[in-house]
């Protein structure tokens, strides 16, 4: 059994590399080209599938493979965390693709080839990143990421991507060398270890300023989860072809962002340890901040990615909130809200690319009326909106009740109150536009004939709006519902 | 046998230089230099072996004991780089005949090979000897050989930059020279051993703290320390390519082992930073050098300068680590000292392909090379991000272990210095990268650099990865050589 479930676990971060090897292959068949992508996604979902299934009653999976210094090795272990960002990151990879063809091919976009082998290969690093038994491990995929979707944000190859591209590299790489990789050091200078441990790694002898800089070190040396004022990257990286945005700085990469400050929180600092530190309370604000800021230029772009991406530079804020809470309810919503913000803002993307394949419209401004031609573009947008809201019929909902009830759990009314305060803002600059889309108002301008995005595109917007509300009605089939927090919180030391 | 192999160690490239006047086509020269240098560098792997189960070796020239003959000892620290130095000459080799084919006209190229074998001989005897005038002696061979290669460039700079060095070396050897005069006058003995125990009872301290400082600025000049690189930009820019990647990958290293020997080896480090205050004064000029050299180098429109100047920012790592003054720092220096080594090897190889078939080290030269030499620009990108430190490459590994060290003595702001110089490199070295990666105007057409040059330059970038994943070999060598300078009595 459990030999069965270790090879699974390299099996998710081997396939997609293989995946690329059949991509390179076959780069003059596009038919068998995409196909091989498909594939090796549902495979590689099922696979994780499988592991879940495997380790449900509680099996402890881990494998080590390569020692790179003594007591540093290159390690996979499975934790339920892990398992839901890649039981997730796979399915939407799935999604991804199909919708992926509907709009490269729509777009006539050039380098398909290597824009799915570099999406394949970033795939990989982000299921290594889920898997990863210790921050060493974690820390070589989190750079991988970045490397890996670097061809792809600057796919265009205009000066425009060169530059948004180069914005995005410096900004991750540079956090990850000047602030995360001293984080990890000291580290492993106070605590001999980087393994993700139940309730923390440090003991009681580390001094509480050192925590204190290598907690401030770690949230703003994850680059990827992008906290005020490192947050500048998103925004630059939308710059790649829309189903880059979607799944890369909708799921994976940001995701692998928030994960890692989670696993951080939870498995290095410990709850405890963390709520002891005299200087959380400001980092909490601090986040707070970014929160409402980002709502708050997002009210004003009209581009609508660049609406999109800074409402998910704040949606990203409540999930590093709640992993800095770490109350068990808290971690629980952030945990939920990595799932539920997925589905909501891949959806919103979606949308944003198929109006931008069928209308060529880019701005808010412009979708006024565009209802009656793209119905089901449109009432997509509208449950993705919802979603990320928080109301229901969506699942973003439960995410949102969790965070509420962390604050109130540690007793930071001051954070449930900017927590209320967002989702009011959430509501004005997301709501509008699947609204207007609808309800015009005044006679909307006829524009020449637009149609509905191709068809598999359309499936797959249709797909990950549907999962919004069914994950509203049935939040349980998410992995570990409402256990995430079991063994994490109040383990003891 | 292998008592023999400290000495032979040296006088294999010392024979092999005249001997290649045997052939006269430059072909048979090279094939003969390769052999030279692939003997050699079987040489060093059997004394490093020996070394590490064995022990230290001694060897007394001519059966002179030793405070009055001339002794060789290999220890851990000397078998080490010992073993760079050849490895990297063996590599680079490899790549010469096709690099200088453009570069220098055939009948100069057997002094290339001469000069080069003799540049060898010196930096091995350096690193070999035992006795601190007989360092001098190897320290003018390699000075006068390295002179003479930089010379041989088709630029007529190269005649400039040569001369500027040649003053500026001179320099730095009489300064050591005069050095280790006050270290005679005031014990009597140039044997490393003998004068590390007979400094202890020296009275006349300013005497020595003079003779310290005179020491210690002729071989920061050789190392190129800030602010004594003036020399090194012109000199690696106007060299042929294939002398750059040799120089840049071992001479300084060299310089800097020299360094390492002196203080911790033979002065002893508090000994010295009792009378001068040197490892504050490396650690501030490492700091210096990290930052400021790394702006500079981004400033560059000549890939072979930038890197020259990314070569001192590397300096300033090294200098760093014997600033910081523990075991983990010293351990930090000399692992960067050995990786950095392979880091630009690589670099500069691949900009020594990009000459070879464009002409040119402009950066503008780079723009589409990443479809027209895939192979040559996917090291490069590989190199690059070793020397940026992305984990899995052996940069990764040397900063780790810098980070460590200044983090255990406490100094934060070292830690975040040295980061950025790390995060600038990224800015520099992401030029050269996106430019490659960009499409050109011409479609020329695929022209990928000739095959001994690739394999050249990709065994360097496989070196770079494999001590990135598999660090045995270098992070316990470097413990072993940094824990025995330190705390043991020198050798």
Redesign the interface.
Known sequence: MVILAETLMLAAVLLPLLAVVGILLFRRYPNIREAVSLVTAAVLFSVVLLLYLQVIGGAAVRADY?T??PGLSLSLEVRPLGLLFALIASLLWFVTILYAIGYMRAHEEENQTRFYAFFAFALAAVMGLALSENL?TL??FY?LIT?GTYPLVTHA?SEKA?KG??SY??FL??TS??FF??AM??T??YAGTLSFTPGGVFGEEVPPLALS?LLLLFVFGVGKAAVMPFHRWLPAAMVAPTPVSALLHAVAVVKAGVFTLLMVCIYLFGANTLSSLATIDYLLYLIAFGILMASIIAMQQDNLKARLAYSTVSQLGYISLGALLASSSSIAGSALHIAMHAFGKITLFFCAGAILVASHKTCVSELRGLGRQMPVTMAAFFVGSLSIIGLPPTGGMWSKWYLLLGTLERDQLVLMVVLLISSLLNIAYLLPIGVKAFFPGEPAVASVEVKEAPLPSLIAIVFTSVVCVVLFLWPQLLPFFGDFTQGIVDAPR | MISHLPILQVVLPLLAAPACLIFVRARSIWLFTCLACLLTFGISVALFLHVSDVGPLSYEVGGWPAPWGIEYTIDSLSSYVLLLVSAIAAVVILAANSSLGPELPERQQPAFYVLFLLCLTGLLGIVATGDVFNVFVFLEVSSLATYALIALGRQRQALWAAYQYLIVGTIGASFFLVGIGFLYALTGTLNMSDLSERLVEVEQQQLLAVAFGFVVVGIALKMALLPLHGWLPNAYAFAPSIATTFLAASATKVSLYLFIRLYYGVFGAETVDALLPVSIVFLLLGIIAVLAASLVAFRQSDVKRMLAFSSIAQIGYMAVGIGVGSTLGLQASLLHLFNHAFIKGALFLAVASVVYRTGSSQIDAFRGLGYRMPWTMAGLVLASLSLIGVPLTAGFVSKWFLVLAAIESGLWVVVLIVLVGSFISLFYLWKIVELAYSKSDSEASRNEAPPLMLIALWVLVIANIYFGIDTRLTVGASASAAATLIEGAPW
């Open positions: 390569l790179i210094l060493f820390f070589i750079e490397l190859g060169l591209g180069r590299l410096r790489l540079g060398i000047v990789l001293p050091i000291g492993w200078f800089i």
